[in-house]
């Protein structure tokens, strides 16, 4: 009697540990959104595993012994899935190479399985980034329009539409340096272009001019030395807003930077100029352009940061007939079809032309 009570406990032991020591993959599933990627490995138990990654292969080494339930269907990108038993190994082999590879567990909570996921993309590039910085905000109004409309209103609305026309319409990742009527110091902006790692940065805004007729929309890049004196002058407006929230940005433009800059910027500087192009193209067809479209100003905005980027003044608050259109629906659904059809023939150049 004695015997079988510990001949039962051992087999219960045995069941137990073998519960412990291995757990079984039920089932692969796969996801696609554009160009990511996605396998999920639903498992019986919660595992833990390390992961190699090679071009077309990874390998996923498991702590414990691992039973597959199910092979996967047939896949477009993977060719085969191997385990090895003994070693706990199980190898995804793919056809084409993979990148920008991530690989993470979800342990069992609610759900019946726990999960690994593997993200990845058949492309080396990853999606494009657009920062979108919507002018001024806050305690910063920017310029006063006619009928006392506000600059940082208009640059909010069409930095909110053009995120959304960009993200429904292409591949393209959209972060907006401000979502609501915040205040932002200007250095701020171009941390966040930074901390994306942005791929272009878009600056909006609508202009003020003493003489009432000036009309049309405006494109700047950055340069040390203001195109004319109305670029010069409207580069410190927009400055102006740092000063606002008390950040001098005097030790960021000595002369020593501005060399540094000038050398270190020449490449993206280019690039800038023609994504300006790019988006003059565009805008020629419907739009008013003011008279030489192009000008180089010292932007604040544009200064600390070694991305194309490119400031839009999309009219002048000052004229009567801009005013009207920088408040209208239309001129924004205008202004922005044109910059994404812009920023789309900017990509392709520049996926053509670069490395
Ligand atoms: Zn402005």
């Not at 050398?263 to 100029?273: C, F, H, I, V, Y």
């Amino acid at each position: 009697m004695k015997v079988s009570i510990k001949f039962v406990f051992y087999i219960i032991f045995l069941l137990f540990s073998n519960e412990l020591i291995s757990a079984e993959i039920v089932n692969f599933r796969f996801g696609s959104n554009s160009d990511l990627k996605r396998i999920v490995l639903d498992i019986s138990e919660d595992v833990t595993f390390n992961n190699k990654v090679s071009k077309k292969k990874i390998e996923i080494n498991f702590d414990k012994k691992i039973f597959l339930k199910k092979r996967p269907k047939k896949n477009i990108s993977l060719e085969n899935v191997i385990l090895n038993e003994s070693s706990k190994k199980l190898t995804l082999n793919f056809k084409h190479t993979i990148h920008n590879t991530n690989i993470y567990l979800l342990k069992k909570k609610k759900n019946k399985y726990s999960r690994i996921v593997i993200d990845y993309s058949r492309n080396t590039q990853k999606k494009r980034i657009i920062v979108i910085d919507p002018g001024h905000g806050g305690k910063d109004s920017g310029a006063v329009g006619i009928r006392k409309k506000l600059e940082k209103n208009i640059t909010l609305a069409v930095g909110l539409l053009l995120k959304k026309k960009i993200e429904d319409n292409s591949n393209f990742k959209v972060i907006l340096t401000r979502k609501t009527d915040i205040f932002l110091k200007l250095r701020d902006r171009t941390k966040i272009a930074k901390k994306h790692n942005a791929d272009i940065f878009i600056s909006l805004h609508a202009d003020y001019n003493r003489n009432k007729r000036t009309r049309g929309i405006s494109l700047y890049t950055l340069s040390e030395n203001a195109s004319d004196k109305e670029a010069a002058a409207l580069a410190r407006r927009e400055n102006k807003a740092d000063f606002l929230g008390n950040v001098d940005l005097s030790d960021e433009t000595s002369e020593v930077t501005n060399i540094l800059i000038d050398l270190t910027k020449r490449e993206t500087l280019n690039q800038s100029s023609h994504l300006v192009n790019f988006l003059i193209k565009e805008f020629k067809n419907d739009m008013n352009l003011l008279q030489r479209t192009h000008r180089f100003a010292g932007f604040a905005v544009l200064k600390s940061l070694d991305i194309p980027s490119v400031l839009i003044e999309m009219g002048y608050l000052s004229n009567l007939k801009d005013s009207k259109l920088l408040n209208d629906k239309n001129y924004h659904n205008k202004i922005c079809d044109d910059i994404l059809k812009a920023v789309k023939k900017y990509f392709k150049w520049k996926d053509k032309n670069t490395i």
